[in-house]
């Protein structure tokens, strides 16, 4: 089955920085990268995804890159707020089940 | 439009009860999904039910979990004898044939 690891597993930034946090893959099949934010005691929000027939996507401040041939996608945050922070989790799928990352703890210090 | 909705959104329970979670997923979505969430960690993946395909249960702990989806709709996971490790968040998911998923706000469940 896939194989999703994500780094880092925390991540600091002073207010007004970027992050960037990062995914990688096995299975060359997967088609649809999504990115979800978690904020705590609440589920998991879509907040930006990307089909396998684009290399990069951007909406306002958040931008995500995808590399098929490396099997790696990144999540870009640039000019980052206090509400940014939360935990992030990437995932995959080929269109049935989904596989998610292990989650990345971000931290934005006013 | 509606999202996702989860019910109840705390359950406490005692150890060797059975317990039900319920999800109502987004209206004409063919996809549902169940995951569960220990505190801190990752989501685990439980349970996928497809339109009217056999559900997939790879992912169910063991044998006193199960889940049924009535009508293609609404879904119950059932949980039999409880053990303090199943205490955890369980998150319900739907997707449309696009393929995005969309979570509930996930039940709170813990044995005491």
């Known amino acids: 089955g896939e194989n999703v690891e994500q780094h880092p597993s925390t991540l600091s930034v002073q207010e007004g920085d970027s992050a960037v946090i990062k995914c990688t893959y096995s299975d060359s099949a997967s088609n649809y990268f999504p990115w979800y934010k978690q904020e705590l005691g609440k589920g998991p929000q879509l907040i930006i995804d990307i089909r396998s027939n684009v290399g990069e996507k951007k909406d306002q401040r958040i931008a995500v890159t995808l590399n098929k041939t490396a099997k790696h996608f990144s999540l870009h945050i640039t000019e980052t707020q206090p509400e940014d922070s939360a935990v992030y989790f990437c995932?995959?799928?080929?269109?049935?089940?989904?596989?998610f990352g292990t989650g990345t703890s971000l931290t934005v210090i006013p | 439009g509606a999202g996702v909705s989860q019910s109840p959104s705390n359950k406490v329970t005692e150890k060797g009860k059975d317990v039900e979670l319920r999800c109502d997923p987004i209206s004409g979505h063919t996809a549902l999904y169940w995951y569960r969430q220990s505190l801190g960690q990752g989501l685990e993946f439980l349970i996928y039910?497809?339109?009217?395909?056999?559900?997939?249960k790879s992912g169910l702990p063991s044998d006193r979990f199960s889940a049924e989806r009535t009508g293609g709709s609404v879904s119950t996971l059932t949980i039999q004898r409880t053990q303090q490790e199943d205490s955890a968040v369980y998150l319900c998911?739907?997707?449309?044939?696009?393929?995005?998923?969309?979570f509930g706000p996930g039940t709170r469940l813990t044995v005491l």
């Open positions: 998911a739907s997707s449309s044939y696009k393929g995005e998923q969309f």
């Open positions: 995932a995959t799928t080929t269109g049935n089940q989904f596989y």
């Open positions: 039910f497809q339109g009217n395909s056999a559900p997939d």
